[in-house]
């Protein structure tokens, strides 16, 4: 089965950087897009940035541009979000995803909290 387990969140104060890592499994990594969401407290679950399959193309949310960087490594079936200048509204509960063919698998994600 689809299994999807992130990592490397934390408290960051503002400026810094993180990186999550989502190690996936159960299905043909290299074939799927990854997207990675966010829900802030009080809000929704929110689109952060998105990698195709095969990494050469990426987009992401205006509030993250210039700032955040997504990556893949088809070998070791890992995606990961490389966060910088980090500022206290990035505060989230940050999850993986995948969706294929209509249906949508989580991870159940990892916490970021920035504050100083």
């Known amino acids: 089965q689809v299994q999807l387990v992130e990592s490397g969140g934390g408290l960051v104060q503002p400026g810094g950087s993180l990186r999550l890592s989502c190690a996936a499994s159960g299905f043909a990594f290299s074939s799927y897009a990854m997207s990675w969401y966010r829900r802030a407290p009080g809000k929704g679950r929110d689109l952060v940035a998105r990698?195709?399959?095969?990494?050469?193309?990426?987009s992401y949310a205006d509030s993250v541009k210039g700032r955040f960087t997504i990556s893949r490594d088809n070998v070791k079936n890992t995606v990961y979000l490389q966060m910088n200048s980090l500022k206290r509204e990035d505060t989230a509960v940050y999850y993986c995803n995948t969706n294929h063919w209509g249906t949508d698998y989580w991870g159940q994600g990892t916490q970021v909290t920035v504050s100083s």
């Open positions: 990698i195709i399959s095969t990494g050469t193309s990426a």
